[in-house]
C-alpha cells in the first residue's frame, strides 16, 4: 500500500486527501504549516508520494523546507498541483534522487472539504514531469476516477491560461451580471429576485449547449444575428450609465463576432461593420 503524504491541507489540497482515503488503495496523512519538524521528518520519511498542495509562490521554498530535513528522498515521488508552474519549480529535489512532477486537477474547489468525497471524479489532470513520476500520476489519478493526461511544459502556461478564462473569468463574468442586474433591474420590481433566479438556467443551458455543439455551434445572441440595432441600443445604455462595463461589452462583443464569422451567420461585411461600430464606442483615454 503506497503511502502518500499531502503538504498544504486548503481547498484542493483537502478534496485530494478525501478522494485519495476514499479508495481504501493508499495510507494518506497530511501536513500543516503548524506541524513541529520532528512530526514533518516523520511524515516525509515514511511517505512514498509527496503532493506539494501550496501557494504557487511558495512551491519551490517548500520544496528546499524538503531538502533541509535532511531525511533520504531517493525513490520518492514528489508532486505540486500548480497550474501554471511545471515540475522545474521542484527541480532542487532531483539531485536527491526523487522523482519530480506536476499534478494539476482541472476542476475549482470553492471550499475545503472535511469529509469523504469523490471530487475528483470524472474530471481531467494534466501531468508533466520525469516519466516515472508521470506514470505514477496516471496511476494515481485513474484510481481517484480522474482522466489524466500529458502536457508539455511549455505548452503549460496556456493550458493555466485556459483554466482561468474557463473558471475564474466566469466567475467574474457571473459577478458582473449580478452587480448590473442589482442595480438596473431591482427597481423594476424584481426585488425578491436573486441572481440565481434569473439568470442561472440561461446560464446552464448554455454551457450544456457547449458541451454538446461547441461554442461556435452554441452562439445564439443579437451579434450571432446581426441585430446592429439592439447593439446599439445596448452600447448607447452603456455609455449613459457605465462607462466600466462599456469597455467589457465591447471586448466580449468583439470576441463574439470572431466567432459568428466562424460559424458564418454572419458574413465579412457584416463583422466589418460591427467592429466599426464598437470602435466608435471605445472610450478614448
Same mark, same amino acid.
Given at each position: 500500500? @503506497? $503511502?502518500?503524504?499531502?503538504?498544504?491541507? !486548503?481547498? #484542493?489540497? %483537502?478534496?485530494?486527501?478525501?478522494? /485519495? +482515503?476514499?479508495? =481504501?488503495?493508499?495510507?494518506?496523512?497530511?501536513?500543516?504549516?503548524?506541524?513541529?519538524?520532528?512530526?514533518?521528518?516523520?511524515?516525509?520519511?515514511?511517505?512514498?508520494?509527496?503532493?506539494?498542495?501550496?501557494?504557487?509562490?511558495?512551491?519551490?521554498?517548500?520544496?528546499?523546507?524538503?531538502?533541509?530535513?535532511?531525511?533520504?528522498?531517493? @525513490? $520518492?515521488?514528489?508532486?505540486?498541483?500548480? !497550474?501554471? #508552474?511545471? %515540475?522545474?519549480?521542484?527541480?532542487? /529535489? +532531483?539531485?536527491? =534522487?526523487?522523482?519530480?512532477?506536476?499534478?494539476?486537477?482541472?476542476?475549482?474547489?470553492?471550499?475545503?472539504?472535511?469529509?469523504?468525497?469523490?471530487?475528483?471524479?470524472?474530471?481531467?489532470?494534466?501531468?508533466?514531469?520525469?516519466?516515472?513520476?508521470?506514470?505514477?500520476?496516471?496511476?494515481?489519478?485513474?484510481?481517484?476516477?480522474?482522466?489524466?493526461?500529458?502536457?508539455?511544459?511549455?505548452?503549460?502556461?496556456?493550458?493555466?491560461?485556459?483554466?482561468?478564462?474557463?473558471?475564474?473569468?466566469?466567475?467574474?463574468?457571473?459577478?458582473?451580471?449580478?452587480?448590473?442586474?442589482?442595480?438596473?433591474?431591482?427597481?423594476?420590481?424584481?426585488?425578491?429576485?436573486?441572481?440565481?433566479?434569473?439568470?442561472?438556467?440561461?446560464?446552464?443551458?448554455?454551457?450544456?449547449?457547449?458541451?454538446?455543439?461547441?461554442?461556435?455551434?452554441?452562439?445564439?445572441?443579437?451579434?450571432?444575428?446581426?441585430?446592429?440595432?439592439?447593439?446599439?441600443?445596448?452600447?448607447?445604455?452603456?455609455?449613459?450609465?457605465?462607462?466600466?462595463?462599456?469597455?467589457?461589452?465591447?471586448?466580449?462583443?468583439?470576441?463574439?463576432?470572431?466567432?459568428?464569422?466562424?460559424?458564418?451567420?454572419?458574413?465579412?461585411?457584416?463583422?466589418?461593420?460591427?467592429?466599426?461600430?464598437?470602435?466608435?464606442?471605445?472610450?478614448?483615454?
Amino acid at each position: 500500500m @503506497n $503511502k502518500i503524504l499531502i503538504i498544504g491541507f !486548503g481547498k #484542493l489540497g %483537502s478534496h485530494l486527501y478525501y478522494s /485519495l +482515503k476514499s479508495t =481504501g488503495k493508499y495510507k494518506v496523512t497530511f501536513a500543516k504549516k503548524r506541524n513541529k519538524k520532528s512530526i514533518l521528518d516523520g511524515l516525509i520519511r515514511s511517505a512514498d508520494v509527496i503532493f506539494i498542495c501550496v501557494q504557487d509562490s511558495i512551491i519551490t521554498k517548500t520544496a528546499e523546507s524538503i531538502i533541509k530535513l535532511n531525511v533520504p528522498l531517493k @525513490n $520518492k515521488t514528489i508532486f505540486h498541483t500548480s !497550474g501554471a #508552474l511545471t %515540475s522545474d519549480a521542484i527541480k532542487v /529535489l +532531483k539531485q536527491h =534522487g526523487t522523482y519530480t512532477g506536476s499534478f494539476h486537477p482541472v476542476q475549482s474547489f470553492a471550499k475545503r472539504t472535511t469529509r469523504l468525497t469523490d471530487s475528483f471524479n470524472k474530471i481531467y489532470i494534466a501531468t508533466e514531469g520525469d516519466k516515472p513520476a508521470v506514470k505514477k500520476a496516471y496511476s494515481i489519478a485513474k484510481s481517484i476516477g480522474s482522466i489524466p493526461f500529458t502536457i508539455k511544459k511549455e505548452n503549460k502556461v496556456y493550458h493555466h491560461i485556459c483554466c482561468v478564462m474557463a473558471s475564474n473569468f466566469l466567475s467574474a463574468l457571473n459577478g458582473r451580471i449580478e452587480e448590473t442586474g442589482r442595480k438596473k433591474i431591482q427597481i423594476n420590481g424584481f426585488n425578491n429576485l436573486t441572481f440565481l433566479n434569473i439568470y442561472m438556467p440561461l446560464a446552464k443551458q448554455t454551457l450544456g449547449n457547449i458541451a454538446v455543439h461547441g461554442a461556435k455551434g452554441s452562439l445564439t445572441g443579437p451579434i450571432e444575428r446581426n441585430d446592429v440595432t439592439t447593439v446599439k441600443h445596448h452600447l448607447e445604455a452603456l455609455k449613459k450609465s457605465s462607462k466600466e462595463l462599456l469597455t467589457f461589452y465591447i471586448l466580449m462583443g468583439i470576441e463574439t463576432v470572431k466567432l459568428a464569422l466562424n460559424k458564418k451567420s454572419i458574413t465579412k461585411k457584416q463583422s466589418s461593420d460591427l467592429y466599426k461600430l464598437f470602435s466608435n464606442y471605445i472610450i478614448k483615454q
